[in-house]
């Protein structure tokens, strides 16, 4: 099982709608989550990060952790053809004593196309 | 501020040749991450260091990878010798201190092909 997997793609929403972008994690401990956008050709950007149960909010962007179910996602209101980008779901996990130096585990990422 | 340096950009070597990626991180950041990212996936730690320190290379392919981080500022990571399946972008990113909840910054990363 792979440490952090993303809803394949590519995801194909029109314009004005609701992408959702989900991902799952293997190591139950994990603290820290966070998505990044990576536009082609360019380096990841981080536009959400969330560290409790339940949901955050940021402009058009909901992040929503669930630790039980070792389930995080991602709701993008009002798709914009400029979201068009990939979707890196990343985690840190804790090492084998608790602690963690900040290593970020990436899913293999989600493709969204916003169309006119 | 400025943002993460690396260079060169772009770079096309034979295989078994060996090429070497200079970094910058943001002023004031403590840490440090190289990380190796291949086409159609995401992007895979190499080697983290806190100041001048390996944090965690446990991915890092040290039959040919190699990295440094000299007075714990920039840093260089070398492949040699480089095989096809090198061919990737090679990304650092830097945290101020590379905690839990600290967000790390790209550079804008090194394509690297090799033939």
């Known amino acids: 099982q792979k440490e952090v997997e993303q809803n394949s793609g590519p995801l194909s929403v029109p314009e004005g709608a609701i992408a959702s972008l989900n991902c799952t994690y293997s190591d139950r401990v994990s603290q820290s989550f966070f998505w990044y956008r990576q536009y082609s050709g360019k380096s990841p950007e981080l536009i959400m990060s969330?560290?409790?149960?339940g949901d955050k909010e940021d402009g058009r962007f909901t992040a929503q952790l669930n630790k039980a179910s070792q389930y995080v996602s991602l709701l993008i209101r009002d798709s914009q053809p400029s979201d068009s980008a990939t979707y890196l779901c990343a985690v840190i996990p804790a090492n084998a004593g608790g602690t963690s130096y900040g290593k970020l585990t990436f899913g293999q990422g989600t493709i969204l196309t916003v169309h006119p | 501020e400025a943002g993460v340096a690396q260079s060169p950009r772009y770079k096309i070597i034979e295989k078994r040749q060996s090429v070497a990626f200079w970094c910058n991180p943001i002023?004031?950041?403590?840490?440090l991450y190289w990380y190796q990212q291949i086409l159609g996936q995401g992007p895979k730690l190499l080697i983290q260091?806190?100041?001048?320190?390996?944090?965690?290379d446990s991915q890092l392919p040290k039959d040919r990878f190699s990295a440094e981080r000299l007075k714990g500022v920039d840093s260089t990571l070398k492949i040699q010798p480089a095989k096809l399946e090198d061919s990737a972008v090679y990304l650092c990113?830097?945290?101020f201190g590379g905690g839990l909840q600290e967000t790390q910054y790209f550079g804008p990363g090194t394509r690297l092909l090799v033939l």
């Open positions: 260091f806190q100041n001048n320190g390996v944090v965690d």
């Open positions: 969330i560290y409790s149960n």
């Open positions: 990113a830097s945290s």
């Open positions: 002023s004031g950041h403590a840490t």
